[in-house]
């Protein structure tokens, strides 16, 4: 897929685990790894807005295009 | 072990004995008994119903004259027609199949200058006087269709071992100068089709053939009412949009669909196979079709059926996968 999520990379910044991470934005393990994994078809902007705003960082920071 | 593997296990099992009892049954039908019996046969020309004065027994047989009363007309033209029939190959016996309405098999007793008396005596046991046919249903003579209306028609009569066509209608004589000469197909006066004689040899292979593709077919058949079976009670546990319950709509709809064309297409092969045996005045049977809309409607259903479960699929995969 062209979108890929850095989730972890970002994560590892902060030095935050994905079961932290679930508890601060609000959102089960399955769909966090679900996105991490890269096989999310969507993504809520409120779930974006939840995300950046725990891990203090832009929403280019975790999503990045890289062309076909 | 779970209660959800207990009740799958379970329901497999009762589709199962299921599909064996109607095998059973089924296979039931294709053996004959130890004796051939022909009481069912009989039992039903003894009550033929005798209400049509305006007989067309004329020209193949003896008139019968309206003067003797009502029970003794019953009884004579009742004895006449029976008589034609043993001739005309029509005495025929229980036990054999038939496939769909595609080709069916049938013995008859084979003998054309016989008599009722023979026949009673000694016809049910002489094995050597019998006849053997391929029967084609979705092919009929087009003078049998408005004769065989009424039952007693004998357009149809065997002489000297031949079959021969000989309808008492101007319009089909003008049309079919062929008329009144011997025919290598015979026709069958209760199916309404027509019948191609082949070897005692050539009846006991086909017969084995059949009930191979019979068994094949109804596999088939019981797997489809399976797969809805199984689509059904997936419903009901709430897994509606499920790969699995796609491909089984997707297998019902296009058998469905696809068994009028299959059924049309192997009919113009056994034409092809037999051509030379049926001549130009045999056609299509149009009442074999008279239901293939419902088969295709139905088929069209679960095509639709089909195309939604995985349209609806797609939006629920979109939505379990958006976070």
């Known amino acids: ?68 | 072990m779970n209660i959800q593997t207990i009740f799958k296990g379970a329901v497999n099992v009762v589709i199962g004995v299921f599909v064996l009892l109607v095998t059973w049954y089924w296979l039931g039908t294709w053996y004959p008994t130890k004796h051939d019996s022909f009481t069912t046969f009989t039992g039903e020309y003894q009550g033929v119903s005798t209400d049509r004065w305006n007989s067309h027994l004329k020209h193949n047989d003896i008139n019968v004259p309206d003067s003797i009363g009502y029970n003794a007309y019953n009884r004579l033209h009742d004895s006449i027609v029976t008589t034609r029939d043993l001739r005309d190959n029509n005495f025929l016996y229980e036990g054999d199949g038939s496939f769909a309405s595609i080709f069916g098999l049938r013995r008859a007793i084979n003998c054309d200058t016989c008599s009722l008396s023979w026949f009673y005596k000694a016809g049910i046991y002489d094995t050597s006087k019998r006849a053997y046919f391929i029967l084609l249903p979705g092919w009929k003579i087009t003078a049998g269709k408005k004769y065989y209306l009424w039952g007693d028609s004998d357009i149809f009569k065997m002489s000297n071992n031949r079959y021969i066509l000989n309808p008492d209608e101007p319009y089909y004589k003008k049309a079919n100068p062929q008329y009144n000469r011997p025919r290598d197909v015979r026709y069958s006066k209760q199916d309404e089709c027509v019948m191609i004689p082949v070897s005692k040899t050539a009846y006991g292979i086909l017969k084995v053939s059949f009930l191979i593709t019979g068994i094949a077919f109804l596999i088939l058949t019981l797997f489809l009412i399976s797969s809805f079976i199984n689509f059904t009670l997936d419903l009901a546990k709430g897994l509606s949009f499920t790969a699995q319950n796609i491909k089984r709509l997707k297998r019902i709809a296009y058998a469905l669909l696809a068994l009028p064309l299959f059924v049309f297409v192997l009919n113009l092969f056994l034409r092809l196979l037999f051509n030379r045996y049926l001549d130009d005045d045999v056609e299509l049977n149009p009442e074999i079709w008279a239901d293939t809309w419902k088969i295709i409607a139905v088929g069209v259903l679960f095509y639709a059926l089909f195309e939604a479960f995985r349209q609806g699929k797609k939006l629920k995969d979109e939505q379990d996968l958006t976070v």
């Open chain 1, 1 to 68: 897929m062209p979108i890929i999520v850095n989730l972890d990379v970002m994560m590892a910044r902060r030095k935050m685990s994905l079961t932290m991470l679930s508890e601060k934005v609000g959102i089960t393990m399955a769909n966090l790894s679900i996105l991490k994994t890269g096989k999310a078809k969507a993504i809520r902007i409120e779930t974006l807005e939840a995300i950046c705003r725990v891990l203090y960082c832009q929403p280019g920071d975790i999503l990045e295009f890289v062309p076909d």
